[in-house]
């Protein structure tokens, strides 16, 4: 089945600097890979995704990009603000399947 | 709030006791998926299902688990004789469902469950 690596576990960067947190996947089946941010207490919510037949995909600060041959993706945070501070989870899906999340990393900004 | 309803928001129970998770999901949708969270971890995936046929269920998901989605809209999750070991957040997530068409799956805010 599917394994989802994540690093890293945790991420500390100062106000206005970026951010990237990368992936790994094992099944070259997968063909979605969401990133969902999750907020102290609050539910998992969907930042941005993108499917396999895309290299990149950008929404204002942030960015997602996939390397099909590589089995990796990445998320990019740009000009940082503290409210992009929380846990970030990658995730993989392959079809109609389930989806198969990364352990998750905490992103701290540093005002 | 027309997102995915979970309740209750929080349960404490006796080892031993049996504890039952409801969850609504978005109207129409018609994939609804259980995952467990524990601390510091990403969700792991329980079981789901597509209407009210249970199309998968993880290893994870012992014999004291069971989960129903009798009318193929709100689905239940019972686990019948807790272990402290059961102790995280059950989080119920849907999603409109095409099998050629992958579509985001929104989640509820969770059940934490706590076992003493």
């Known amino acids: 089945g599917e394994n989802v690596e994540q690093h890293p576990s945790t991420l500390s960067v100062q106000e206005g600097d970026s951010a990237v947190i990368k992936c790994t996947y094992s099944?070259?089946?997968?063909?979605?890979f969401p990133w969902y941010k999750q907020e102290l207490g609050k539910r998992p919510q969907l930042i941005i995704d993108?499917?396999?037949?895309?290299g990149e995909k950008k929404d204002q600060r942030i960015a997602v990009t996939l390397n099909k041959t590589a089995k990796h993706f990445s998320l990019h945070i740009t000009e940082t603000q503290p409210e992009d501070s929380a846990v970030y989870f990658c995730?993989?899906?392959?079809?109609?399947?389930?989806?198969?999340f990364g352990q998750g990393t905490r992103l701290t900004i540093n005002p | 709030d027309t997102g995915v309803s979970q309740n209750p928001r929080h349960k404490i129970t006796k080892r031993g006791q049996n504890v039952t998770f409801r969850c609504d999901p978005i109207?129409?949708?018609?994939?609804l998926y259980w995952y467990r969270q524990t601390l510091g971890q990403g969700p792991e995936f329980l079981t789901y299902?597509?209407?009210?046929?249970?199309?998968?269920k993880s290893r994870l998901l012992s014999d004291r688990f069971s989960a129903e989605r009798p009318k193929g809209s709100f689905s239940t999750l019972e686990i019948q004789r807790t272990e402290q070991g059961d102790s995280a957040m059950y989080l119920c997530?849907?999603?409109?469902?095409?099998?050629?068409?992958?579509?985001?799956?929104?989640f509820g805010q969770g059940t934490r469950l706590t076992v003493v």
């Open positions: 997530a849907s999603r409109h469902g095409f099998e050629t068409v992958n579509t985001e799956a929104f």
């Open positions: 099944d070259s089946a997968s063909n979605y």
């Open positions: 993108i499917r396999s037949n895309v």
């Open positions: 995730a993989a899906r392959q079809g109609a399947q389930k989806l198969v």
């Open positions: 109207s129409e949708h018609n994939r």
């Open positions: 299902f597509q209407n009210e046929a249970q199309l998968e």
